[in-house]
């Protein structure tokens, strides 16, 4: 018998002509280990074909399961070793058993907990359609929803930061269109009244009332204008169409088409230009509308002059537009870029609001402060490395 097969085995059991047991000895056996080599014996005598050198034979009865091998040896003889595996089979049933219990009891779990959960979460999302819907019908006050999961808690402080936002914003679109009201009503009573004046003959001289109303129907529709423009810049229905801009040039051109403005409102116009020419990339048009807004700003409140500054420091430019006049109202100050506002002088406008959007669409910034002798407005924007274009060479032979 090969060596791993006999030290594998629990007993060995010899048999001669198929007839009578000789070892072990079975009237030193116990009962139950006499059965075992009986049934061992009678097996071998009826399936002796089937052993062959190194072959397992699985045999099994009722009771007790065994794995044998045998070999006929030249006398005659017949030795079997066999190994019982009934108590692995009852420990493998035992260990199926636990396994199949611990199957049932957690499936049992897995769906009480998911019934419960589904109950709380089926509840929570009832709650956030009521919570929308009340938003959807402008109630911003609605209570922020509650959960016992932290996912939906997260979800719910999104939703209630969302409906802050929404609030807010339909807060300034109210107050942008009762200040674009108020704005427009202004010059169409004037052109009205005016207009009716002629028509009743008050006016002597029509053509003064005539040119009364031209400038107001002109200012009303530069108001237009800008309205639209900004709307446009809000839907983004004007791509950008950038490009290398030489600042020096960009600054000179957005003076060049308020000078005429500041000589007749008799203010002068300072710019100290660029140490080395700077180059930034970014929508020509736009950008001087943004700085032209800005210097209309100041031209308007200065007393005599606009000073122009700009530098470059760590590739940022630094653009600084400064007047003399009384300064910014502390309490209008946070407000100067908001769409409409209605400062301390009565007077509204978009022009800054304009600047800010066209700003942050070239990923710059602008701010608003007070100066020791009057407004400064700030804009920092990226500068790029300006292009070298070098002359062609002429072809050799």
Known sequence: MPPDILDSTALLCACCDLEQVIYPFTEYLREGEQKHISFIADYFSKHTTEFNENKLVKASNAASMFYLTGVTLDNGYHVVAYLDITPFRTFNQMVNGVLAALLVLSGLVVTTVGIRMNGGIHKTIRSFCSYTECIGNGNYSTPQVTSRYLELNQLSRSMAEMSGKIAGYDAKQKEFFQNVSHELRTPLMSIQGYAEGIMTGVFEDPKEAAEIIAGESKAMAELVAEILYLSRLDRDMQPLA????????????????????????????????????????????????????????????????????????????????????????????????????????????????????????????????????????????????????????????
């Open 242 to 397: 950038k490009r290398d801009v030489e600042i020096g040039d960009l600054l000179e051109e957005a003076i060049e088409r308020v000078k005429m403005v500041s000589r007749n409102h008799g203010k002068t116009i300072r710019y100290s230009g660029l140490k080395s020419p700077a180059c930034i990339y970014g929508d020509r048009e736009k950008l001087i509308t943004a700085i032209i807004n800005i210097l209309s700003n100041c031209i308007r409140y200065a007393k005599a002059c606009v000073t122009i500054e700009a530098r470059t420091e760590a590739g940022i430019l630094i653009l600084t537009i400064a007047d003399d006049g009384e300064g910014i109202n502390p309490m209008d100050l946070p407000h100067i870029f908001e769409r409409f506002y209605m400062g301390k002088d009565g007077h509204a406008g978009i022009g800054l609001a304009i600047t800010k959007e066209i700003v942050e669409y070239h990923q710059g910034t602008v701010a608003a402060m007070n100066g020791e002798n009057g407004a400064v407005f700030t804009i920092c924007l990226k500068t790029v490395k300006q292009k070298v274009s070098y002359p062609e060479l002429p072809e050799t032979g």
